[in-house]
């Protein structure tokens, strides 16, 4: 009987991986409100055009080299200037900012969006949101296609700081202010 259980063993070397039954989209999407990010207005400039919209989908990669990741719908009227300007600002919006991120986030003209706030530009000439919390400036380095989505592999080549504000999270479907706990 052993001889037997061990040649049953040995046929195949290769694990049995059974196919999962998708995620609904729906259920996702409900389990995705529950991941708090911060809100960021994601800005572009040159020959594509002058664009920006609201993200919450960014993420560090790595600090060597200091690179970050932007995730942009194939399907916004935005993502032709992105993907042909090939360079972007991340700007972390402040609490200040939620009136801000709405109108970047909806169907309002380019132009009434940037009108809204006090813009600067870095080294890559993306629009910097002047008190943003934080901002990025950096040339996109690689663009890889998921489902509906094209992940934006970008690499800071500078980044301005404000130390004087409080930032803004998006969790449950809801802007929320983060304030500095005091010592206790």
């Not at 999962?20 to 409100?33: F, S, T």
């Not at 919209?53 to 990669?61: L, R």
């Not at 663009?143 to 509906?148: F, M």
């Amino acid at each position: 009987m052993q001889s037997t259980l061990n040649a049953t063993l040995t046929v195949s070397d290769k694990p049995v991986v059974e196919k999962q039954a998708a995620v609904e989209k729906q259920n996702y999407r409900d389990a995705m409100a529950r991941l708090g990010s911060a809100v960021n207005i994601i800005t572009t400039d040159g020959p594509g055009g002058r664009a920006g919209f609201t993200a919450s989908a960014v993420c560090s990669v790595t600090d060597s080299p200091p690179t970050l990741l932007v995730c942009l719908n194939r399907s916004a009227s935005v993502h032709s200037a992105f993907t042909q300007n090939q360079v972007l600002c991340v700007n972390t919006l402040a609490d200040c900012h939620e009136s801000l991120s709405n109108l970047f986030g909806g169907k309002t003209p380019m132009q009434q969006r940037f009108e809204a706030a006090e813009w600067a530009r870095l080294a890559t000439g993306s629009p910097v949101l002047t008190n943003a919390l934080v901002s990025f400036d950096c040339n996109v380095t690689q663009i890889t296609s998921v489902g509906t989505h094209d992940i934006l592999i970008c690499e800071a080549v500078a980044l301005r700081r404000n130390d004087d504000s409080h930032g803004l999270v998006y969790f449950d479907r809801r802007y929320h202010p983060l304030m500095r706990q005091t010592a206790c």
